[in-house]
């Protein structure tokens, strides 16, 4: 991606080079800095899995435009959902006795709950657990059912995926800020 730059240090338009120079059969790098172009460079991103990663502008410089970004973390925590004036928000559902018989979505009891990224990655620290220790499971019913031994490599292995995610559950629980939720959830060694 390029942008055509104006005397005044203003972006004229932007595209790639065939659009910005449609009557070049093949417009190259040079070709498009001498006719004022320059590329475009991605300014910093954070991390999609933790931050809202938003374009934000552009900004020329000497040598090429910078698209930047406004990286705006992800709530860690659960949060309960507000309406604009502040009530409670609650899970919604089918009442076939409102509205005159004819039925209507109805506020129930439950509080909408955000999950914050802390309880999604419990969520998904359980998960992959419990998909690792799925490939030996049949050795545990074995042994409960027919009273064959479980390997001492396969039990080794099984209590470390155990305490591997009791590990990251609790790393990610005690995590104050985002920058120690990323160190804990970055820590993963289920090997």
């Known amino acids: 991606m390029y942008a055509l730059i104006t005397q005044n240090n203003e972006i004229a338009e932007i595209g790639e080079l065939r659009t910005l120079f449609p009557n070049e059969p093949a417009?190259?790098?040079?070709?498009?800095?001498?006719?004022?172009?320059?590329?475009?460079?991605?300014?910093?991103?954070?991390?999609?899995?933790?931050?809202?990663?938003?374009?934000?502008?552009?900004?020329?410089?000497?040598?090429?435009?910078?698209?930047?970004?406004?990286n705006t973390p992800k709530i860690l925590e659960d949060r309960l959902e507000v309406?604009?004036?502040?009530?409670?928000?609650?899970?919604?559902?089918?009442?076939?006795?409102?509205?005159?018989?004819?039925?209507?979505?109805?506020?129930?009891?439950?509080?909408?709950?955000?999950?914050g990224l802390k309880s999604q990655y419990k969520t998904q620290f359980?998960?992959?657990?419990?998909?690792?220790?799925?490939?030996?499971?049949?050795m545990v019913i074995r042994k409960a059912?027919?009273?064959?031994?479980?390997?001492?490599?396969v039990a080794t292995s099984r209590a470390a995926i155990l305490t591997e995610c009791d590990r990251l559950i609790a790393a990610v629980t005690a995590a104050s800020d985002m920058s120690a939720f990323i160190t804990a959830v970055q820590s993963a060694n289920w090997n």
């Open 126 to 138: 359980k998960q992959t657990a419990n998909s690792l220790l799925a490939q030996t499971d049949w």
């Open 27 to 70: 417009p190259s790098h040079l070709y498009a800095i001498q006719r004022g172009a320059r590329p475009i460079v991605d300014g910093h991103q954070e991390d999609q899995r933790f931050y809202f990663v938003t374009f934000d502008k552009y900004e020329v410089g000497a040598d090429s435009v910078t698209r930047t970004y406004v």
């Open 145 to 153: 059912e027919r009273n064959v031994a479980i390997p001492t490599d």
């Open 83 to 115: 309406n604009e004036d502040n009530t409670p928000m609650y899970v919604k559902v089918w009442d076939a006795t409102a509205n005159s018989g004819q039925g209507a979505m109805v506020d129930s009891t439950e509080q909408m709950v955000t999950k």
